[in-house]
């Protein structure tokens, strides 16, 4: 039986398991650190630490650092939805919503690479497409409907979190429908590092005084950020991007808004209401529906 473009090597699978634990678990983090820290200076410490570490991750492998000069164009742009959109609409979202609901929203990401995926690479609006979008669109306007009935902080956190997962995923069509002559971790530390650009000019008119001494919590949750969130989750990201097309490789945030809102009642002691236990079923079939490929007859 021949292998299909949905056949994944034993490595990426290992690489989007690794990638589920430190991106779900960075949600309750998150919350943890931005409860003591402002929204752009916690992203700036937290991009600029990742552009940092993958650069040398990079340079340690030997990798070429630049791309061609024609694409550096390319690089900027795409970086502005993949960083800079994604990381500040997903900050102040974090910081009006419960964690939890955070991640469920932010995950409807894959089902929005697989509509921009029609127009911009020419991918096919199936059938099932069409039903995954009918399942996600669902179990977010389920979670948008509490936020206006019970008026918490309007709809303004929700619509900050789905804004951030568009982000993203015009960002990742753009990477597949204009790719880089990069390595994926050059390409990867160049993303952090232009698109923290605009957040740190951010934190410098938005920030400025508004630090203090942080408790060990809120340090070990800022350190969680940099490392694990950023500087290995953000590389496995991008390596598994550029082995697989956008769709398949959407498949590896399939379990991150669960890990997200059980980490989320284990460390915050949040706990979901029906809502987000329908909304987040939704959102996985939905996904499923949209990733999982169709068995074939050999």
Not at 43 to 58: K, Q, T
Not at 88 to 108: N, Q
Not at 132 to 148: I, Y
Not at 244 to 265: D, N
């Amino acid at each position: 039986m021949s292998h299909d473009h949905h056949t994944l090597p034993r490595s990426t699978w290992v690489l989007m398991l690794l990638l589920t634990l430190g991106w779900g678990c960075n949600w309750p983090m998150m919350k943890i650190a931005l409860h003591e820290m402002p929204v752009w200076t916690f992203r700036s410490l937290c991009v600029w630490a990742g552009a940092i570490g993958v650069l040398l991750i990079a340079r340690v492998r030997g990798h070429a650092l630049l791309p061609p000069r024609t694409q550096w164009p390319r690089v900027f742009v795409t970086s502005l939805f993949n960083v800079t959109g994604w990381n500040i609409l997903i900050g102040y979202g974090v910081t009006l919503l419960p964690a939890g609901r955070s991640a469920i929203l932010a995950y409807t990401m894959p089902l929005w690479v697989a509509l921009l995926s029609v127009p911009v690479l020419k991918e096919t609006l199936t059938s099932r497409r069409l039903l995954g979008l009918a399942l996600g669109m669902g179990g977010m306007l389920l979670l948008l409907s509490n936020e206006f009935a019970v008026l918490r902080a309007a709809p303004v956190g929700a619509l900050s979190v789905i804004g951030a997962a568009w982000s993203w995923a015009i960002g990742t069509v753009l990477m597949k429908r204009f790719p880089t002559a990069l390595a994926s971790t050059s390409f990867t530390g160049w993303q952090l590092l232009l698109g923290g650009m605009p957040i740190i000019v951010g934190a410098l008119l938005f920030d400025s005084g508004q630090l203090h001494a942080l408790s060990w919590l809120a340090m070990l949750a800022l350190a969680y950020n940099m490392i694990v969130a950023f500087i290995l989750c953000h590389w496995i990201w991008f390596e598994i991007v550029s082995r697989a097309s956008a769709t398949v490789s959407s498949l590896g945030t399939l379990s991150i808004p669960v890990v997200g809102v059980f980490s989320s009642m284990l460390i915050l002691g949040e706990r979901p209401d029906w809502r987000e236990y329908a909304a987040l079923l939704l959102v996985l079939a939905a996904i499923a529906t949209v990733l999982v490929p169709v068995r074939r007859k050999s």
